[in-house]
């Protein structure tokens, strides 16, 4: 199956938008994990899984401040040409 880009996504942000479905792909997974140590009461696991999970989300934070900064300069560079 062949994805299709979003009409609104921007070529121009295409890597950004990759990291961002692979991080979301990790959360799934490390959230499967996190039930699964929950499940059979595996303490150390669920806090393994939780500072996974904590870490990812850090980072989608940090990417995401990246992409709007690169579009507000964008935007201020456009505004001058």
């Not at 070529?11 to 699964?36: C, H, R, T, V």
């Not at 669920?46 to 850090?58: H, M, P, S």
Request: one cysteine or more; hydrophobic letters at 45%; charged letters at 25%.
């Amino acid at each position: 199956m062949t994805q299709r880009p979003l009409p609104h996504a921007n070529p121009d942000y295409s890597q950004f938008n990759e990291y961002f479905m692979e991080l979301a792909w990790l959360l799934i997974a490390k959230a499967e994990l996190f039930g699964l140590h929950a499940s059979i009461g595996d303490h150390a696991g669920c806090e393994y899984d939780i500072r996974g999970l904590i870490a990812i989300v850090r980072s989608a934070a940090g990417s995401m401040k990246d992409l709007k900064d690169l579009k507000a300069q964008k935007e201020i560079a456009n505004e001058f040409t």
